[in-house]
T-cell receptor
Framework: AQSVTQLGSHVSVSEGALVLLRCNYS??????LFWYVQYPNQGLQLLLK??????LVKGINGFEAEFKKSETSFHLTKPSAHMSDAAEYFC???????????????FGKGTLLTVNP | DTEVTQTPKHLVMGMTNKKSLKCEQH?????MYWYKQKAKKPPELMFV???????INESVPSRFSPECPNSSLLNLHLHALQPEDSALYLC???????????FGSGTRLTVV
């Protein structure tokens, strides 16, 4: 079975500060990992994804994440926060090649990012 | 076209009404999904269609009835809903089961 834990339901940073949103996963086989962002009253937008290959993944809006197998982590970072980054962020995992229904996307509980001026 | 389009964006319905939500994608994706999202919670999977056939029903009440008329279109028919069914309903698609999901912007449903 696969699972995702997002540490911190709410993260607050100042504008221009580093953004770090934590995500740890559990999977018995190599996972596919995703970060989605959700702005108020909108759907989910894919920020970035890791499937195979390079472990440092760059996404939209200046975000990046690093897959660390030894730490079972996929933390999301951005060097300098903007006011427009304020949103809910979801980490998700699936294992589409492992059979059964593991292609289903399993979400973490989400982290609300607020950016202070 | 790299989008999943959902209509309507907002819907208010009474408990005795029948309504439908529509989802459309033209990316050639063969898997489509319905999710339900309550406030401040992650999305919860409701249904999965793969190659136009229902693959998964996550024990969803029969007052929700999905339909996949063709590979580009996914409907969710609603009948006799309860106020607790009020939520954001999200449609998603992927090239095949799993891999990257593209989500629509959702339908905000209010049951009165």
């Amino acid at each position: 079975a696969q699972s995702v834990t997002q540490l911190g339901s709410h993260v607050s940073v100042s504008e221009g500060a580093l953004v770090l949103l934590r995500c740890n996963y559990s999977s018995s086989v190599p996972p596919y990992l995703f970060w989605y962002v959700q702005y108020p009253n909108q759907g989910l937008q894919l920020l970035l994804k890791y499937t195979t290959g390079a472990t440092l993944v760059k996404g939209i809006n200046g975000f990046e994440a690093e897959f660390k197998k030894s730490e079972t982590s996929f933390h999301l970072t951005k060097p300098s926060a903007h006011m427009s980054d304020a949103a809910e962020y979801f980490c998700a995992v699936n294992t589409p090649n492992s059979g059964g229904s593991n292609y289903k996307l399993t979400f973490g509980k989400g982290t609300l990012l607020t950016v202070n001026p | 076209d790299t989008e999943v389009t959902q209509t309507p964006k907002h819907l208010v319905m009474g408990m005795t009404n029948k309504k439908s939500l529509k989802c459309e994608q033209h990316m050639g994706h063969r898997a489509m999904y319905w999710y339900k999202q309550k406030a401040k919670k992650p999305p919860e999977l409701m249904f999965v269609y793969s190659y136009e056939k229902l693959s998964i029903n996550e024990s969803v009440p029969s007052r929700f009835s999905p339909e996949c008329p063709n590979s580009s279109l996914l409907n969710l028919h609603l009948h006799a809903l309860q106020p607790e069914d009020s939520a954001l309903y999200l449609c998603a698609s992927s090239q095949d089961l799993g891999y990257g999901y593209t989500f629509g912007s959702g339908t905000r449903l209010t049951v009165v």
